[in-house]
C-alpha cells in the first residue's frame, strides 16, 4: 500500500510539481483517477471519467482511509485544481455544480503511469517533460477554444461552456431585452469565475445584503426606469425558485426597497415540466427554447382579456 503511495509521490516530484502536490491527498488522487489498487500492476491504469466522490470512495475503500464527503473542496484545491494547470488531468466541460462534472487523466499522464516500473520509464518522462510545457498550453487553449462569448452592459465577456452558462448567455442577451429593457446586470457569476460581473457599489446603494456567492441569485437585473429588480435563477439541473429560496432571497434583500421580480429560466419545456411541482407562488417563469413568452404563476394583475391584433 505505501509502495504504491511511494511510487506515485516519486512520478509526482519527478515531473516537477510542488512540494504541496506531492502530498499523500494528491498521491491518492492520482491512483485512484487511475484506478490503481495496491496490488494491481501499474500497467493496469486507466483514465475513466471519475466524480471527487468516486475519489473518496476509491480511497477510502481501497487504501484504508477514512477521508469524508465535506472534504471534497481539499481535493479540488488542492489537487485537482493544480493537476488540472499543469496538464496531467482535464475534466468534461460541463458546469461545476452539474452532477455529471468529471476529471479523467490526460492520456499523455496514463501512458506515462503504465511504463512505470519498466525499463521505458526513463525515457517516457524524459520525452513527457521535453513538452510539458506545449502540454499545458495546448491543454490550456482547449478550454479556451470552448468558452462562448456574451456581451453584458455593452462590454464582452466570455462564459465557460456548459448549460448552465448557455441559459444565462440566454438571459442577458434574449430574456433582458424583451422582458427588463434598459436593464443593468448588476451580478452574473460563472462556473469557474464565480463572480464574472459583479457590481457591489450599485447592490449595497439599493440595499443588498452582500453574502457568500453560493447564496446570489445566478443573475440580478435592475431596471432604473421602474425601480424593479429581477432575481433569475437559470435552472438546468437544481435550484429553481421554490418558497425556501424565495425566503433566502427575500432575507438578504430586506432593505432593498425596489420591486422585486422572481424569475426561474429554463432552456426547454422538458426541464420546466421537471421543476414545474417545486416552484412558488407569486413567480414568472422564462422558457429559452420559447423566449417570446413568459409563465406568470398566480396575479390578479395578469388576469383579463387579451388585445387582439
Known sequence: MDKKIEETREFLQTIGMPKAQQADICCYVILAMAGVKPDMSWSEATNEWIRIHDIIQFVNTFYGISYAENSRETFRKQALHRFRTAALIEDNGKATNSPNYRYRLTEEIVKILRTMETPAWKE?????LCYHEKLIDLYASKKKMTMMPVNINGENFKFSTGKHNELQKAIIEEFAPRFAPN???????????????????????LGFEITLHDKMPDVVLYREDKNWIYFVESVTSV???????????????KDVTAGKIFVTAFLDFKTYKKFAEELAWETEVWIA??????IHLNGDRFMGPREKD
Open 289 to 294: 427554447e420559447m423566449p417570446e413568452h413568459m
Open 239 to 253: 435550484g429553481p425558485m421554490d418558497p425556501k429560496r424565495i425566503l433566502e432571497i427575500s432575507e438578504m434583500t
Open 124 to 128: 517516457s518522462i524524459k520525452r513527457f
Open 183 to 205: 436593464s443593468e446586470c448588476l451580478y452574473v457569476g460563472d462556473t469557474i469565475e464565480k463572480d464574472l460581473v459583479k457590481n457591489v457599489g450599485k447592490l449595497k446603494e
